[in-house]
């Protein structure tokens, strides 16, 4: 047997066997999960190393990792690769970052990535995944084909049998991620599928997350074949973020990806191609609206363009982009009128007197649209149309009136409408018919109840009731379409009517059509005896109830009181209303009269929770008829709490409510202004300064709760107002609320925009502001930041009232451009002695009028405050007086023009203010008389103004756009104004002039002049300016001078400055009398040469920028030059004119121009030689080219001496001609063109020979770093020095400099090839500080030349004491370092959190909660010390992070870092989020005593610390007690704060807890890990032995729940079972207890529940028992021999087949055992037929057989391996 094993193909098999086993141990151990998404294959990645869940950073993060991840977690191919945490942050370690799959790898760990643990993300890049297990094959895209299902490892199909189209088919569509859906064609529409059938009858509601939640029969269970296939066809394009899938922002599938649609050019016609592809109907609007989200970034952006005729959107030409942007005025958005909806057909009659002639009015009734319509009217049955009308898009109705002989003929209408946009005109269906039948009735809650009336001798007239029956009311009310009749009511509920009666004696049976079939012997006659009407109430009257609460709050508060209100149509009759809950059903019987149903809630409870609906019953003879049921109406019981979250204010951010022991967030949709007020007034935080509420990067994941909010503003609390029911909407979390509340407001004033001022402070409590120094520009950074109109005053001595709160700060001091008042200097009062009284607060009055989207402040659209918020200003009746009054308001002068106002288009109720009419006199806008309307379409033209004041500057350009011009040309200079829509004068200016040189008249259409200056000469040389004037109102208004042009003649002056010649230096001009720079922005050789010609200086060899010759001090004129090459003179060149730019003189240009120049050599001063020759570059043959030589080139470029002159192209060949060969110097000519040479003899000379030159001078600096890159060292540490220098290919001699230290400390000696000396510091001692430096010397023929020393390195030991300044602990604030023995900045460069982790660490504070930039805790007065740090996050001291030293003009105090640590911490527990809890005070850190502390308490503290949700508040001993004193006792929390500060508690005078130990916390994120053990402690049981499991966990929860996981043969179980005590004990017996096991807890805390981490696992094995060894034995022997005959039989028979077919060398592995001798199948059929089926067709070779042996006994391998595996 073990001779075998030199066998190649035994090897094969025994390796074959080894790496199954290897592959299973390694698949089992690797664990990935999906977490936090919709379904179990969906969510964030994350993945199991060192015991330790950990998330997936998304650098690099695509398709083809997901493909790995959904293989791995075996739920089918991968639908998304998705970042940014779009299943929400994890909050544990960061694994894996930089993963990059193929594809095709079994483990995501295969893939390549970083090292483990190493990343620069955060958990705002964590990755996620979407697998489908679900997918559409074969059809035109993803998003169309045959369904098919992946189950066991295998793609089946879905059978067509009792195929949901609706409900299943959509859902399809939905967990795909496509588009609606369109068709679900049956009959293999895409083909027939190949494998299984899984599903048949497949039915679902429609709410589930994946098909296979449906409801079906059993896997495999149908009676179908292939070609009951069932298919779907979704859509390739969407609509998102509207109403509903008929309007939204457009995406469409391109690439497997949603892309946003981005187009300039977005059209109707595209719009109806989208609504064409969606089946809905017609593209009514293109609108950008403000239930809309604006999308900005996007992975894939497509821009469409279609001729509107395409019935799909995939027919229209469209170009995708990745990774780009889309401006939100390009976003593609669509609103379709959806299915057209039958329009409504109603007939109305009158009598025209003087022609005495009977009028039919029809009057269709169509849904409105943005769109014009046309409506046809046509007789029943008629195809062609009566007439046809033209509505409008304001237009809901059309109207046609005929004159008809007989008012009462048979004659039946209808009514269809018609839409058009681009495209097929789009028809909607036929209304329903109508005919005249001169009955009806009036005066009752519907059509269908009333007083009867006849129309009779061209009137209407009351019915008398004598002798009328209910067999006549039966026919009246089929007449009219009502149904049946009720009742023939007496008494004339509905009033008697005007005018005389008609008496009838009709007799009807019941079952006529119309009553004009009823018979009647003398007709209709007038009575004036009549004592009563007929009255009616048909079945069709009964109408829906209406249900409602009052109050209409969306949450009450126990013990509230409500009333839940049933109303229905007054019907006069005795009813039975049913109110109904979930439970019960309320019944009250109202008498006729009565139509509302009151059910009174008194002292609510928990109990009464739950959804309301009601109905109502009638009964009238042998009957009980029932109205349909109403809406329903819930109750929720809770006294909600609101938060906003932000890391920097409680008084801003994401908008969530607490419900059901649940934070949730409230949808964006239907908030307003009205809403965030009454936010803001129950949070005591100001009033709502932001109009966008949407979150566009919201990493929210919980419950949306609310949607639909709607409050009148007067509420005091948000839960008073009425919503939607709580968790019924289909948001998602991009629209959820965001809000920014003011931190300042004003009491007491007439609106919100005036009165006394306060302020928040960082406490959350709000003051005052002293009047002393109080001025208008303070008063304007107030106004601006509330949003409201310009500061109109800033009065002090509480003009507003004294109000209550403390005067906190005085000497406001503000340039009025802040955008908020604490950005303003001031002086504080806290804990000063000054005094200002509260009789001397500051106030504000703002204007309660601004302008919107104009040019300057004094231009744009009219809002006005109204009703606690802004509503616009129509332009119906608006005039220059009105304008005049609203320029007054605001200061802005006198108005000029009402022309600026633009359409307002919101798709929603909307009041404004219309008819306005001022005479001009007044002095607000309020004064004015005018109708505040609502408008239920919300569309017209708002008010526009243009005021006088700071009349903006008119622009003044020339054409062509050069700075310097030919004498006897031509300039145009154009002077631009904004449209004001009035006659104006234009005036063009001269240098200092003060009379014009030119005055121009503009119309009221015409907005820019022009001033042609012709035959050019050097007087013309001058500065220009321009101006206009208008006149308005008796008023003149001239405007500011423009910024003036230059006109120079002639070629511009140059000269280099500061360089080592006169052909090289800074570039400066002169203009205007004197020298100035040029910026560097886009100055590249070719505007170089250009300067280089003009000074006769040869070429340009470089360009250089960033003030390389050093910073001028001039004005800098000139930037942005583009030459091309062709010009004649650098003033010809395009560029910005005089003194137009956004540079500093660190970016002064400059210029090396010379004869001669070395290329690409590694400096300027070494390279390929090359020589200017008739104005272009040539090299040089290196024939003979010596010492001597390259000397004259070193001499003529400035660059010392030569150190080595090479023939053989020692640098990069030359592409351009050869000029010189032969060149002999004697050294001394100054110029290599003076030396003896040939121009001809280059016929055998290549640029093989090019001529090369390494010249000494200015030696570039030597590079020197440190490693390890630490600030600081320690004592005894090593440090390596690196001195790093250009490549020359010579030997140089490299030494390292100490400061203060004559001598080298050391020398070293570098080869050609070498560049980099070392020089190790070690066992540092206090004499090693100091600075280091290096440089480097060549040397030639006894001539040395040194390179400049490296930049200086600093080595430092000790340790460098930080400190957080000016925060509101000592563990918070800016970040400061004491360094070379001062106090200093940090940079904001690259700062993050784990740079804040380390220093949170080295001050002992608790964990860093975020790394603030900006200076946001002030700014330092000190050095900038550091100006970037580089953390790992696992550093103990900020002196061990990678750091780089302050460089010039890189940072200021504007971007000195800060963090914030928490003041509260957990010590002892495993991780961050669990332990013992200390706190901060006094700068010092102590403990909080355990008494009265409970669950709220430690919920305050996980919130704070970031660590989820509290699930202990026992004492656990296991944390121990910590080191300092006791704090705090009697903590008392709420549970809602944002900061465990904000608790009330006691503090302690630190000598001990008295009635306590020591509070702990656990947080969900720091969970308990369970542990695992059993009996017996091996894991070997035999037949019939119990095994005992014991799960256990300390003993802190209220409820736990014990999962005992097992996996054994391939299926898992589990058994679940209450702990007590912290513990649980499971016994199974030996037989069915084999495999491995796991535990797992579920703790249950204050109504939530909390997964813990799995157990490490523990393996129980069956142990056979003693009197089987023998029986083993003989089948191990068995199995031996056969093993060995069949690979005896396998070798034979291979040999044949090897000599058969091909070589013995391509047959070394396993496919090579199948046997391919035809004379001995016969000998071998039964072994064959074992592995596959016996061969059934002709042409099957050898090679055919040997590989479907090989995959079958591959499959029977691998049972036999995991058969083994199971039992050994």
């Known amino acids: ?314 027919d229209c030409w469209s170009n995708i982009t990745y990774g780009s942007y889309c401006l939100s005025y390009e976003t593609a958005y669509v609103s379709c009128s959806g299915i057209l909806l039958k329009p409504n057909l109603s007939l109305s009659h009158f009598y025209n007197a003087p022609t005495r002639e009977d009028k039919l009015e029809l009057k269709c009734a169509i849904p409105k649209f943005n769109i014009d319509a046309t409506v046809y009217f046509y007789k029943m049955n008629e195809s062609k149309p009566l007439t046809e009308k033209k509505l409008l898009n304001n237009e809901s109705y059309a109207l046609y009136q005929m004159t008809v002989l007989n008012i009462l003929d048979i004659t039946r209408y209808t009514c269809q409408y018609e839409f058009k946009s681009v495209g097929p005109a789009h028809k909607s269906p036929y209304s329903d018919a109508r005919q005249f039948v001169g009955l009806r009735l009036m005066d009752g809650s519907n059509n269908c109840v009333g007083r009867l009336e006849m129309y009779q001798n061209h009137r209407w007239s009351p019915v008398c009731d004598a002798s009328w029956t209910l067999q006549d009311s039966q026919v009246v009310c089929r007449t009219l379409g009502c149904g049946t009749a009720l ?161 920097y204010s409680p008084c801003s951010g994401n908008l969530e409510v607490y419900h059901n022991d649940q934070w949730g967030t409230v949808c964006a949709r239907g908030w307003d202004l009205r809403d965030a007020h009454v936010l803001c007034r129950e949070l005591d935080c100001g009033y709502p300064i932001d109009m966008v509420w949407w979150s566009w990067n919201s990493q929210e994941n919980g419950p949306i709760w609310l949607h639909e909010v709607s409050c009148n503003g007067t509420e005091s609390r948000l839960q008073e107002c009425q919503a939607k029911p709580f968790g019924t909407n289909d948001c998602n979390h991009k629209e959820d609320v965001n809000v920014i509340c003011s931190e300042v407001r004003l009491l007491d004033g007439p609106n919100y925009c005036a009165g006394r001022l306060e302020v928040l402070t960082e406490n959350h409590t709000w003051g005052a502001v002293c009047s002393e120094n109080w001025d208008l520009q303070d008063a304007q950074v107030v106004c601006q930041n509330l949003g409201c109109g310009p500061a109109l005053r800033a009065p002090g001595s509480s003009m507003f009232g004294h109000g209550s709160r403390p005067i906190l700060v005085t000497d406001m001091n503000c340039t009025g451009s802040e955008g908020q008042l604490k950005q303003c200097q001031s002086v504080s009062l806290t804990n000063s002695t000054r005094k200002c009284g509260t009789a001397d607060s500051a106030g504000v009055v703002c204007s309660a009028v601004k302008l919107l989207k104009g040019l300057s402040r004094c231009s744009g659209t009219v809002e006005l405050f109204h009703e606690g918020q802004w509503m616009p200003v129509s332009s119906r009746g608006w ?155 008796g008023h003149v208004f001239k405007s500011q001078e423009s910024n003036p042009i230059y006109i120079s003649i002639g070629e511009l002056q140059f000269r280099l400055v500061n360089g080592y010649n006169r052909c090289n230096g800074r570039v400066e001009v002169l203009h205007d009398g004197q020298w100035g720079t040029i910026c560097d922005d886009m100055w590249d050789i070719e505007d170089a040469n250009m300067v280089c010609k003009h000074l006769n200086c040869g070429l340009a060899i470089l360009a250089p920028g960033n003030a390389h010759f050093g910073e001028g001090s001039g004005p800098i004129w000139l930037d942005e030059i583009k030459c091309t090459g062709n010009e004649s003179h650098l003033g010809q060149c395009e560029m910005e004119p005089w003194q137009k730019h956004n540079c500093y003189h660190s970016e002064d240009a400059g210029v090396i121009c010379s004869g001669v120049a070395l290329k690409d050599g590694p400096t300027f001063c070494a390279g390929r030689v090359e020589v200017v020759h008739k104005a272009r570059w040539t090299t040089v043959c290196g024939r003979g080219w010596d010492l001597q030589d390259a000397a004259v080139v070193c001499k003529q470029m400035g660059c010392g001496f030569a150190m080595s002159a090479s023939g053989a192209s020692q640098f990069k060949h030359g592409k351009v001609p050869m000029w010189l060969s032969d060149v002999n110097c004697r050294e001394t000519e100054s110029n290599i063109t003076d030396c003896l040479a040939s121009t001809g003899n280059k016929q055998n000379c290549s640029h093989e020979e090019d001529a090369s030159v390494v010249c000494s001078g200015q030696l570039p600096r030597p590079t020197l770093s440190r490693s390890p890159t630490s600030i600081l060292f320690n004592r005894g540490d090593k440090v390596q020095l690196n001195c790093t220098i250009p490549k020359f290919d010579v030997k140089s001699v490299v030494y390292f400099l100490k400061e203060n230290i004559s001598d080298p400390i050391t020398v070293k000696t570098l080869s050609r090839e070498e560049i980099t000396a070392t020089h190790t510091l070690g066992e540092l001692k206090t004499s090693d500080n100091g600075r280091y430096s290096c440089q480097y010397e060549l040397g030639r023929q006894g001539q040395n030349f040194k390179s400049p020393e490296s930049a200086p390195v ?177 903590v008392i929390c709420d549970g809602t704060e944002t900061s465990f500060s904000k608790c009330k508690t006691t503090f302690s005078t630190g000598v001990g807890c008295i009635n306590g130990t020591d509070a702990t916390v656990v947080c969900s994120a720091d969970i308990l890990h369970p542990n695992i053990s059993m009996e017996p402690e091996s894991g070997e049981v035999t037949e019939g032995q119990a095994l005992i499991i014991r799960c256990s966990v300390i003993d802190i929860y209220e409820r736990l729940t014990f999962i005992l996981h097992q996996i054994s043969n391939g299926t898992s179980s589990s058994l679940f079972a209450p702990g007590s005590n912290g513990s649980v004990v499971f016994t199974m017996t030996g037989g069915n207890s084999t495999g491995n096991y796991t535990c797992q807890y579920v703790a249950h805390v204050g109504g939530r529940s909390f997964h813990s981490p799995h157990t490490q ?26 093993a060995a005959v069949v690979i005896f039989l396998n070798r034979k028979n291979l040999r044949r087949c090897i000599h058969k077919d091909s070589g013995l060398e391509e047959y070394t592995n396993l496919q090579d055992m199948e046997n391919c001798d035809d004379s001995n199948k016969r000998d071998t059929t039964d072994t064959a037929e074992r592995y596959f089926p016996a061969e059934g067709k002709e042409g099957t070779t050898c090679q055919d057989h040997s590989i479907a042996a090989t995959d079958s006994m591959n499959e029977h391998s691998a049972m036999i391996d995991n058969e083994l595996l199971v039992h050994d």
């Open 1657 to 1682: 696992t523990l393996q129980v094995t069956l142990a056979p028992p003693s009197t089987d060894y023998t029986a083993v034995l003989v089948i191990l022997a068995l199995i031996v021999v056969v």
């Open 487 to 647: 009742i023939a009511l007496e008494g004339a509920p509905f009033g008697n009517g005007t005018g005389p009666m008609w008496m009838t004696d009709i007799t009807c049976k019941g079952t006529e059509s119309l009553h004009t079939e009823c018979h009647t012997s003398s007709g209709n006659k007038e009575t004036q005896s009549c004592k009563a009407v007929t009255s009616i109430v048909c079945s069709g009257a009964l109408e829906k109830a209406n249900i409602s609460l009052s109050p209409p709050h969306m949450a009450f508060k126990k013990k509230d009181s409500l009333e839940v209100k049933c109303s229905l149509p007054n019907l006069h009759m005795n009813t039975t209303v049913y109110l109904k809950t979930k439970n019960y059903t309320f019944i009250e019987r109202l008498p006729a009269g009565r139509s509302t149903a009151v059910l009174a809630l008194r002292d609510l409870q928990l109990w009464y929770e739950g959804q309301y609906g009601c109905y109502y019953e009638v009964e009238y003879p042998g009957h009980i008829l029932r109205s349909p049921d109403s809406e329903t109406v819930h109750i929720f019981v809770d006294d909600l709490k609101w938060a906003l979250r932000s890391s």
């Open 1 to 314: 047997m073990f001779a075998l094993w030199n066998n190649p193909m035994d090897k094969a098999v025994l390796g074959y066997v080894y790496l199954s086993i290897m592959g299973f141990m390694l698949t089992d151990n690797f664990q990935l999960r999906l977490v936090d998404g919709p379904h179990h294959c969906a969510g964030r990645v994350e993945v199991f190393h060192e015991n330790r869940w950990g998330t997936v950073c998304d650098d690099f993060w695509d398709l083809k990792d997901a493909v790995v991840v959904c293989k791995n977690v075996d739920c089918g191919p991968a639908l998304s690769a998705l970042s940014r945490a779009h299943f929400g942050k994890g909050n544990d370690k960061i694994w894996l970052d930089g993963v990059k799959c193929n594809g095709s790898e079994a483990l995501l760990t295969d893939c390549t990535h970083d090292s483990w643990g190493a990343t620069d993300c955060d958990h705002g890049e964590d990755a996620s995944v979407v697998c489908s297990m679900l997918r559409l094959a074969d059809g035109p895209h993803r998003c169309a084909g045959r369904v098919e299902l992946y189950h066991d490892n295998e793609w089946g199909t879905v059978c067509d049998e009792d195929w949901d189209l609706q409900s299943a088919a959509q859902l399809v569509c939905r967990q795909l991620e496509c588009g609606p859906m369109l068709s679900a064609p049956t009959g293999a529409h895409f083909g027939q599928g190949l494998g299984r059938i899984w599903l048949s009858n497949i039915h679902c509601k429609g709410n589930e997350p994946l098909l296979t939640a449906c409801s079906a029969k059993r896997w495999k269970e149908h009676s179908c074949n292939h070609d009951q296939d069932a298919s779907v066809i979704c859509s390739d394009v969407r609509l998102m973020g509207g109403t509903n899938h008929c309007n939204g922002r457009v995406e469409l599938l391109k690439d497997n990806q949603w892309g946003t649609v981005c187009s300039s050019t977005w059209s109707l016609r595209e719009a109806q191609v989208v609504c064409n592809t969606l089946g809905c109907g017609v593209a009514v609007s293109m609108p950008q609206i403000t239930w809309f989200p604006v999308i900005t970034m996007g992975s894939t952006i497509i821009d469409l363009s279609c001729n509107g005729t395409e019935s799909q959107i995939t």
């Open 1354 to 1530: 600093k080595v430092l030991l000790g340790e460098m004491l930080i400190r957080l300044v000016d925060g509101p602990h000592h563990c918070a604030g800016r970040v400061e370092v004491f360094y070379n023995n001062q106090w200093g900045t940090i940079c904001d460069d690259f700062w993050d959190m784990d740079d804040a982790v380390v220093v949170c660490k080295q001050l002992r504070c608790g964990i860093a909660m975020s790394a603030l930039n900006r200076a946001h805790f002030g700014k330092g007065a000190g050095p900038i010390s550091l100006e970037t740090i580089v953390c790992k996050g696992n550093e103990s001291l900020l002196s061990e992070c990678q750091a780089e030293e302050i460089k010039r003009n890189h940072c200021n105090h504007e971007e000195d870092a800060s963090v914030v640590c928490a003041d509260v911490k957990l010590l002892g527990g495993p991780g961050n989020c669990s332990g013992t809890v200390e706190v901060l005070h006094n700068d010092q850190w102590g403990q909080v005593c355990g008494h009265n502390w409970d669950l709220q308490n430690a919920e305050v503290v996980c919130r704070s610390l970031g660590c989820g949700y509290a699930i202990s508040a026992v004492n656990i001993a296991q944390y121990g007690h910590g080191p300092g004193p006791f704090w705090l006792e009697d």
């Open 879 to 1033: 005039d220059i007086w009105d304008a005049q009054v609203v320029c007054k308001e605001i200061g802005c002068g006198f108005a000029v023009s009402t022309k600026e106002g633009t359409a307002y288009g919101r798709r929603t109720s909307m009041l404004w203010l219309e008819d306005v009419n001022c005479n001009g006199t007044e002095s607000q806008l309020t004064d004015c008389k005018g109708n505040w309307n609502e408008h239920i379409d919300g569309y017209g033209e708002t008010a526009g103004v243009a005021c006088s004041g700071h009349l903006s500057k008119p622009t003044l350009i020339h054409l062509p756009a050069v700075v310097t011009f030919e004498r006897g040309a031509s300039v145009q200079l154009n002077c631009t104004l904004p449209h004001l829509y009035l006659n104006t004068s234009v005036y063009f200016y001269k240098a200092s002039r003060t009379t014009p040189v030119a005055v121009r008249t503009l119309s009221s259409s015409e907005n820019y002049a022009v001033y042609t200056m012709s035959y050019l000469d050097t007087s013309d040389a001058a500065k220009y300016t321009c101006t206009f004037e208008l006149e308005n109102v």
